[in-house]
């Protein structure tokens, strides 16, 4: 069964420290893994994708990394702003027939300053 | 570039009306669109995937009927919920793919700001 789980389910931390969130996926066969930024009532928006063959990726404060072998993939956020306060959603879009995209619960990120 | 509007974002109706929400790509042609809805503290569903001047997809469990989709251009979808009741508050959110077409990345989904339906 495809599924994309992640962890932890919330997290508080205070502002200027670094943080790092994971995802564990089954979706299978694998084209890529995104992570999202997500405001309260708002839009998602991308911060991250990679395929098979990237390791690491980077956006600003934001580095995603992916193990496609264990089928981890994890988001590191540095130097924390009171502004990164959100949910941060990791998904997986399968390949060939299994094209859809699999949406973790996401992480509820609350930075305190 | 990739910018995706949502209008309105927040609409307030009563029960048995229908409501319309438009999705726009602004600055690129979005030959797939997809409409999603997303309950409180739970993630985006993906409801329906159109492609420009075809019929809308609908995921297993959606009422074609009841969430009427209309994709007449490459830049404009819009989501007709028809006869609306309470159950039908939600987040609704909509995402445009343009492709290698538009200069994006083939896969990239680009996401409205969403419209927060609320049903009395």
């Known amino acids: 069964k495809n599924q994309v789980e992640q962890s932890p389910q919330s997290l508080i931390i205070l502002e200027g420290k670094n943080c790092t969130l994971q995802?564990?996926?089954?979706?299978?066969?694998?084209?890529?893994l995104r992570w999202y930024k997500q405001d309260t009532g708002r839009g998602p928006v991308s911060l991250t994708i990679m395929t098979f063959s990237e390791n690491t990726k980077s956006n600003g404060r934001y580095t995603a990394t992916l193990d496609a072998d264990t089928k981890q993939s994890s988001l590191h956020i540095t130097a924390s702003q009171l502004s990164d306060s959100a949910s941060y959603i990791c998904?997986?879009?399968?390949?060939?027939?299994?094209?859809?995209?699999?949406w973790g619960l996401g992480t509820s990120l609350a930075v305190n300053p | 570039g990739a910018v995706v509007s949502q209008h309105p974002s927040w609409v307030i109706c009563k029960s048995g009306t229908s409501v319309k929400i438009e999705c726009r790509s602004l600055?690129?042609?979005?030959?797939?669109m997809f409409w999603y809805r997303q309950f409180p503290k739970q993630s985006l569903m993906l409801m329906a995937t159109s492609n420009e001047g075809s019929k809308a997809t609908y995921e297993q469990g959606v009422e074609k009927d009841k969430f009427l989709i209309n994709h007449a251009s490459l830049t404009l979808s819009t989501l007709t919920v028809t006869s609306a009741h309470p159950e039908d508050s939600s987040f609704y959110i909509c995402?445009?793919?343009?492709?290698?077409?538009?200069?994006?990345?083939?896969?990239?989904?680009?996401f409205g700001p969403g419209t927060r339906l609320t049903v009395t």
């Open positions: 995802c564990n996926y089954t979706v299978s066969p694998f084209s890529n």
């Open positions: 998904v997986v879009s399968g390949a060939g027939n299994n094209r859809k995209l699999i």
């Open positions: 600055d690129f042609q979005a030959t797939t």
């Open positions: 995402s445009a793919r343009g492709g290698e077409v538009a200069g994006l990345q083939a896969y990239e989904q680009y």
